[in-house]
């Protein structure tokens, strides 16, 4: 076994199965720790994931969400303490797995089209 897939390993034990399935398209909020001083609050960051990048303890998420009417992207490592949970809100169908093209879209163009399944 190769040395960084040894430490990987290691450390990939701690947030396995913490988080639930998500992939690109789908609308999330995550729950962010955020720390002013000595205080603590969790701050709610809804929006819809455009892309997973990376493997095992590098992996990062891209969230863009609208705020007043501008686009805003935050990026969160998948393994980061500060992420006190995330929350799958709806499952979107989409047919790429970057949505970079959502940058350049306004209105209902923008809309990510739900993923219903039926049972």
Known sequence: MDAIQYVHQQLNTKTQNKYPEFRAGDNIIVAYRIVEGDKVRIQDYKGDVIQISGAQQSKSF????????????????????????ITVVKKGRVRRAKLFYLR?????????????IFK
């Open 104 to 116: 350049s879209m306004i209105g209902k163009k923008a809309r990510i089209k739900e993923l219903r």
């Open 62 to 85: 891209t969230v863009r969400k609208i705020s007043n009417g501008v686009g805003v992207e935050r990026i969160f490592p998948y393994a980061c303490p500060n992420i006190d949970n």
